[in-house]
């Protein structure tokens, strides 16, 4: 058995309910903790994401340097566009939606209390014909 196991990857920000919802939302999860300070939600591929309340949290200004980047996750989506409109719904902002040149595509986005985000097309699984 691991001594050390994988746990959850934890935001920190002022309305950990309000962020939970967004990502509870963006994922299809849902809310397995609550507490006063701390907000805890699991996808159905077990991906799990936590809140926790600082009322000092500010926000990262990347791509701008003068508060760095603090955390950044990666979505893989199957579309783009689709799971482009699914973010803007919910509360969140296009930070750079040019595509990337290389296997992948991706656009970057943050969430409502400002952490920043990718989501980016995975490889295709179809095999090659030819």
């Known amino acids: 058995m691991a001594l050390v196991k994988a746990g959850v ?17 963006l994922l299809e999860a849902e809310q397995i903790h609550e507490s006063a300070n701390r907000v805890e939600v699991r996808s159905a ?12 949290a500010t926000a990262p200004s990347w791509p701008r340097p003068e508060n760095s ?7 893989v989506v199957d579309d783009l566009d689709e799971a482009e409109r699914r973010v803007i719904g919910l509360g969140g902002r296009a930070l750079d939606t040019r595509d990337t040149s290389g296997p992948f595509e991706e656009r970057s986005y943050s969430d409502p209390a400002g952490h920043s985000f990718t989501l980016r097309r995975g490889p295709s699984t179809a095999p090659k014909r030819g």
């Not at 990857?9 to 939302?25: G, N």
């Not at 591929?45 to 000092?56: A, E, P, Q, S, V």
């Open 9 to 25: 990857v934890v935001l920190d920000c002022a309305e950990p309910e309000k962020l939970a919802l967004f990502y509870r939302e």
């Open 69 to 75: 980047l603090q955390v950044h996750l990666d979505f």
């Open 45 to 56: 591929d077990g991906t799990r994401m936590g809140f926790r309340r600082d009322m000092n």
